[in-house]
């Protein structure tokens, strides 16, 4: 039985497969699919500071999202491995 619980971020509006930066800072490389089938396990949950920018944008408060460092062309951007919360019990 898998236990592990998955941390969804929010993003901007980005097309699929681009280098990103998440409403918290992180860089990712946007995936959809991966999200739709992580969110139809059940088992996961939202970045608690994305959630907090999501909130302060909502409330009109100007929150900084740094932009992403430009990509080399002599370095592959690598895809990050993410985190996964370990089991609590």
């Avoid at 998440?22 to 949950?45: F, H, M, P």
Wanted: hydrophobic content about 30%; overall charge negative; proline content about 10%.
């Amino acid at each position: 039985m898998n236990t592990d619980t998955i941390v969804m971020h929010y993003i901007r509006p980005t097309p699929d497969g681009n280098m990103t930066m998440t409403l918290c800072g992180c860089r990712i490389i946007t995936d959809y699919q991966a999200t739709a089938e992580a969110k139809s396990t059940g088992n996961w949950v939202t970045c608690p500071m994305c959630e907090l920018a999501k909130t302060l944008e909502d409330m009109g408060l100007e929150t900084e999202t740094p932009e992403p460092e430009p990509v080399h062309r002599h370095r592959k951007p690598r895809r990050p491995t993410g985190w996964t919360q370990p089991a609590m019990f």
